[in-house]
């Protein structure tokens, strides 16, 4: 099989339109802060000393960045552009924390598509149960052919 001269042919779910967007929602635990923590090494007190954290200008234990984020990989990954999917570039703003307990949802929405190559440029941000932004930015997307 050949490539087509936009670089789509292959890819699972083809060239995305522009406008075009994907949500994915999950609720923080415990369990987060530790599988994140057991992956980086992060142990940050705000993670894990609750007495601690309250005293913050949080007021709570938070999961962390990488934990909040996390949800952008899977929504370009699975869905939108889809499998196949990598990042280029990512650039965010941690905007307000996320505690343990709390139900976020991860936004992509497509900005712009090359037309020479299967690379997107996407807004994304991620929001708490109350609609409040927590992290927000630009990412940059290669989504290569699976030929299975």
Request: net charge negative.
């Amino acid at each position: 099989m050949s490539r087509s001269e936009d670089g789509w042919f292959g890819t699972v779910n083809g060239r995305p339109d522009v406008g075009s967007s994907a949500e994915r929602s999950r609720t923080t635990g415990h369990q987060d802060i530790e599988a994140f923590t057991a992956m980086t090494g992060d142990r940050n007190p705000v993670h894990y000393d609750e007495a601690l954290a309250k005293k913050t200008p949080f007021g709570k234990v938070i999961v962390q960045g990488g934990v909040t984020t996390g949800i952008l990989n899977a929504c370009v990954a699975e869905d939108l552009p889809g499998p196949g999917t990598v990042f280029l570039n990512l650039n965010l703003n941690f905007r307000k924390p996320v505690g343990v307990g709390e139900t976020i949802t991860g936004r992509v929405e497509v900005e712009d598509v090359r037309q020479d190559k299967p690379i997107c440029r996407l807004n994304v941000s991620v929001r708490d149960s109350a609609g409040d932004v927590c992290v927000d930015g630009t990412a940059v997307t290669y989504t290569m052919p699976l030929m299975r």
